[in-house]
């Protein structure tokens, strides 16, 4: 049986195609393990479902849990891809675009104050401004900073969006290409087009299987199974299919995103806590309901999870605690950030109510399989 349902549109020209969504009653009658729990003294509350995906370079599945072919968005988990245009065209040359620059193109920055300098350092060397930006207007991550523009009685601008670096890299493809600048964010926009090109190849995915939706920064944003989502981020790792531009597009990416994990995404922030730590070896991008993406750098693995309920955080607890058990770090090492996988949970008086915790039963498999899996890529 299918079902269908209508959808609203404001900007028809995304949805063109697919005026309506279709879903399988069968797709969803099968529910995903508990990923994360949620307990509240000693009785379980909540949790989580989702899906992991953990793939190694031949695109041979290592563990996973879960339905990998579930198709969903990577959201800004995608900023690591959608960059790559601006890289192959010989922009980043002309222009002088610094590596820092580029890892906040890749970035869901905070919107602190380092991260607006840099923003408009790349809208300067493309004689260019912050009003250019279409990404909408955001109010900065951190308390701090959304205090001193509530006190000073200024608005948040769209340069303040966690987006913004990626749309400064957008408006720097057309600047370069002598594309419109104004409509750059539409899907017939060039710049778009060749993201989704590039974009299903990195996956190794049909474009014609893609859906086209708006993301939250109103850039398109394109539908992927969990599963090609992991081969895109172990691509990331291992791009030697690929012609020698994009090997050292990628190998860009890689090395902007390691060296400067800060304008990734800030202060407080799990991708940047976590690249600090582990960077040689790995790095990681969040993207908007429950997405985490990492490559593993020297195992030329990628992974993928996806949080079925979308909240924001229990990707983190699993991220953690996979990062935990590949064996490739201390317990020293990620000791500053075992409190992603294990949560105390405090009420408003700051008295302890009970714990998120991640479902250890569903992960029991991921260490041996790890590592048998970067033997075999080290042999």
Same mark, same amino acid.
């Given at each position: 049986?299918?079902?269908?349902? /209508?959808?609203?549109?404001?900007?028809?020209?995304?949805?063109?195609?697919?005026?309506?969504?279709?879903?399988?009653?069968?797709?969803?009658?099968?529910?995903?393990?508990?990923?994360?729990?949620?307990?509240?003294?000693?009785?379980?509350?909540?949790?989580?479902?989702?899906?992991?995906?953990?793939?190694?370079?031949?695109?041979?599945?290592?563990?996973?849990?879960?339905?990998?072919?579930?198709?969903?968005?990577?959201?800004?988990?995608?900023?690591?891809?959608?960059?790559?245009?601006?890289?192959? /065209?010989?922009?980043?040359?002309?222009?002088?675009?610094?590596?820092?620059?580029?890892?906040?193109?890749?970035?869901?920055?905070?919107?602190?104050?380092?991260?607006?300098?840099?923003?408009?350092?790349?809208?300067?060397?493309?004689?260019?401004?912050? /009003?250019?930006?279409?990404?909408?207007?955001?109010?900065?991550?951190?308390?701090?900073?959304?205090?001193?523009?509530?006190?000073?009685?200024?608005?948040?601008?769209?340069?303040?969006?966690?987006?913004?670096?990626?749309?400064?890299?957008?408006?720097?493809?057309?600047?370069?290409?002598?594309?419109?600048?104004?409509?750059?964010?539409?899907?017939?926009?060039?710049?778009?087009?060749?993201?989704?090109?590039?974009?299903?190849?990195?996956?190794?995915?049909?474009?014609?299987?893609?859906?086209?939706?708006?993301?939250?920064?109103?850039?398109?944003?394109?539908?992927?199974?969990?599963?090609?989502?992991?081969?895109?981020?172990?691509?990331?790792?291992?791009?030697?299919?690929?012609?020698?531009?994009?090997?050292?597009?990628?190998?860009?990416?890689?090395?902007?995103?390691?060296?400067?994990?800060?304008?990734?995404?800030?202060?407080?922030?799990?991708?940047?806590?976590?690249?600090?730590?582990?960077?040689?070896?790995?790095?990681?991008?969040?993207?908007?309901?429950?997405?985490?993406?990492?490559?593993?750098?020297?195992?030329?693995?990628?992974?993928?999870?996806?949080?079925?309920?979308?909240?924001?955080?229990?990707?983190?607890?699993?991220?953690?605690?996979?990062?935990?058990?590949?064996?490739?770090?201390?317990?020293?090492?990620?000791?500053?950030?075992?409190?992603?996988?294990?949560?105390?949970?405090?009420?408003?008086?700051?008295?302890?109510?009970?714990?998120?915790?991640?479902?250890?039963?569903?992960?029991?498999?991921?260490?041996?399989?790890?590592?048998?899996?970067?033997?075999?890529?080290?042999?």
């Amino acid at each position: 049986m299918l079902i269908l349902c /209508s959808l609203t549109l404001k900007r028809k020209s995304f949805f063109s195609h697919s005026k309506r969504l279709i879903l399988r009653e069968d797709k969803y009658s099968m529910s995903n393990p508990i990923l994360v729990e949620r307990y509240r003294d000693k009785v379980l509350e909540s949790f989580h479902r989702g899906v992991i995906c953990l793939v190694d370079r031949d695109n041979h599945i290592v563990f996973s849990m879960g339905d990998v072919e579930q198709v969903c968005y990577p959201r800004s988990a995608l900023k690591l891809i959608q960059i790559l245009p601006l890289l192959e /065209s010989g922009a980043v040359e002309k222009y002088g675009f610094t590596i820092e620059e580029i890892a906040i193109m890749c970035g869901s920055h905070n919107g602190e104050t380092e991260h607006l300098r840099v923003v408009n350092s790349i809208l300067a060397k493309i004689g260019m401004n912050k /009003s250019a930006l279409k990404c909408g207007a955001q109010y900065p991550t951190l308390n701090e900073d959304r205090n001193k523009l509530i006190k000073a009685d200024r608005s948040p601008e769209h340069i303040h969006n966690n987006c913004s670096g990626k749309h400064a890299g957008f408006l720097a493809l057309c600047k370069f290409l002598g594309l419109d600048t104004a409509s750059y964010m539409e899907p017939s926009h060039p710049i778009q087009k060749m993201i989704k090109t590039i974009a299903a190849e990195v996956h190794e995915y049909p474009e014609e299987k893609m859906v086209t939706a708006m993301d939250g920064c109103s850039a398109p944003i394109f539908s992927f199974p969990v599963y090609n989502q992991a081969i895109a981020y172990k691509n990331l790792t291992d791009p030697h299919k690929f012609s020698e531009k994009r090997q050292k597009a990628i190998n860009t990416v890689v090395e902007a995103v390691t060296s400067y994990p800060f304008m990734v995404a800030g202060t407080d922030r799990y991708c940047t806590e976590l690249m600090d730590i582990c960077g040689k070896r790995m790095f990681g991008k969040t993207g908007a309901d429950g997405i985490y993406s990492i490559g593993f750098i020297q195992e030329k693995m990628g992974c993928c999870i996806k949080i079925d309920d979308g909240l924001m955080g229990p990707q983190y607890a699993v991220a953690q605690s996979l990062m935990e058990k590949t064996g490739i770090f201390t317990e020293e090492q990620l000791k500053s950030l075992h409190h992603y996988a294990d949560e105390t949970l405090k009420n408003w008086n700051k008295f302890e109510t009970g714990k998120a915790v991640v479902n250890e039963e569903v992960l029991k498999d991921f260490h041996s399989n790890f590592t048998i899996a970067a033997h075999a890529e080290h042999a």
